[in-house]
Structure formats: C-alpha cells, structure tokens
T-cell receptor, first 112, second 114 residues
Framework: ELKVEQNPLFLSMQEGKNYTIYCNYS?????LYWYRQDPGKSLESLFV?????AVKQEGRLMASLDTKARLSTLHITAAVHDLSATYFC????????????FGTGTRLKVLA | SQTIHQWPATLVQPVGSPLSLECTVE??????LYWYRQAAGRGLQLLFY??????ISSEVPQNLSASRPQDRQFILSSKKLLLSDSGFYLC?????????????FGSGTRLTVV
C-alpha cells in the first residue's frame, strides 16, 4: 500500500523558534510537492522538488528531498504567526499513475 | 495564464437531494482534472480524476459520480446526498502527469448535508 506519512500531525511552537516537519513515503518517486492550507481555504503550492537533493527556500521555509531515503523535510526558521496553517506533502509515484499521494497534513500553530 | 474556477463556494443541501458541483479551467487545453474531498480537520481523499473528455477514473465506491462533458469542464454529481457527503470539495488540475508545477487547486466548495 502506498503511504505518505507526515510527522508531527500537530505542532504548536513559539514565535522565533525553529522546527522541521517530516514527510516519509513508501513508494518510488522522484518528485514531491508541498502545499499550504489556511483554515477554511483551499491548498496553495509552496514547493516543487523534482530530484534527489533538491532544496528550495522561500522566506522562512526551506524544503528538501532525499529520494533514496524517501524523505522530504520542511524546515521552519524563526517562526512567525503568519506561518500558522496546515502543511501537506504530496508524492507522485514513478509507477505511471496520475494520482498524487497526499500526506496526512501537519497542523502548525505559531504562538505569539 | 491559467485559472481554475469552482462553484458554488458554499452549499447547504438536505439529505436525499441531488448535487452538482462544477469546475472549469481556463488558459490551457487537455488538462488532467481531479476531484478531492476533505472532511473537517482531515486529509485529502481523491474521488475522481480525468485525463481527457469522457474519461473518468473512480477511486472510491460512493454516492457520487463525475463527468467531463468538455475539455476543461469537470462536474461532480450525486442523485441523492447522504449526511456523510458533507465536506470540503476541491477541484484541481495539472497540465500533464509529471507536471513540474504539480496540482493547482480551485477555491473549493463547502458542502453541508442536513
């Protein structure tokens, strides 16, 4: 069974702190996507990671991909309240499927 | 540029009533189209996807159906809604299977079945 697991599921952190969200997947894949969802809203694309070792950064967020370990990380640096949201990773298996496999999501709350 | 439209934004329907949600994409041709459902506080469940007109793949047995009558139009329907059909419905598109941009999601429809 194809699985994409995110850890932690819930994260409450203080402003100014650093933390990492992990996305582990069980299938062979060479591309991984991160999305952000604000409460009551749709998903917006954050990062697209297309190869082993890919690293992307936008503001206080940095995402990386290790296809050999089947692991992606989303690192938060000096968190601010505006980063409070739910973050999803999604994997496209190399098997030829058209379906992205989404992780369970990590609900992040940054406390002022 | 490409845009995706989804409507209505919110819907309250009684149990047993029909449903029709519509999604259209502009500025591209032959997109891959997807319908997802998200229960409150939960993850995403893929319901249907389509890689071309009239081509629909169903992911879970359920009370819903999908159709793609035109290249850039994707419709989610039900003949009789159940309470369990409540949720946040998201349409998404991608230009091809291995898009470097991933999915782009519509703004969603929040359906409450009462």
């Amino acid at each position: 069974e194809l699985k994409v697991e995110q850890n932690p599921l819930f994260l409450s952190m203080q402003e100014g702190k650093n933390y990492t969200i992990y996305c582990n997947y069980s299938t062979t894949s060479d591309r991984l996507y991160w999305y952000r969802q604000d409460p009551g809203k749709s998903l917006e694309s954050l990062f697209v990671l297309l190869s082993n070792g890919a690293v992307k950064q936008e503001g206080r967020l940095m995402a990386s991909l290790d296809t050999k370990a089947r692991l992606s990380t989303l690192h938060i640096t000096a968190a601010v309240h505006d980063l409070s949201a739910t973050y999803f990773c999604a994997v496209l298996p190399t098997s030829g499927t058209y379906k992205y496999i989404f992780g369970t999501g990590t609900r992040l709350k940054v406390l002022a | 540029s490409q845009t995706i439209h989804q409507w209505p934004a919110t819907l309250v329907q009684p149990v047993g009533s029909p449903l029709s949600l519509e999604c259209t994409v502009e500025g591209t041709s032959n997109p891959n189209l997807y319908w997802y459902r998200q229960a409150a506080g939960r993850g995403l469940q893929l319901l249907f996807y389509s890689v071309g007109i009239g081509q629909i793949s169903s992911e879970v047995p359920q009370n819903l159906s999908a159709s793609r009558p035109q290249d850039r139009q994707f419709i989610l329907s039900s003949k009789k809604l159940l309470l369990s059909d409540s949720g946040f419905y998201l349409c998404a598109w991608s230009p091809d299977r291995r898009s470097t941009y991933g999915y782009t999601f519509g703004s969603g429809t929040r359906l409450t079945v009462v």
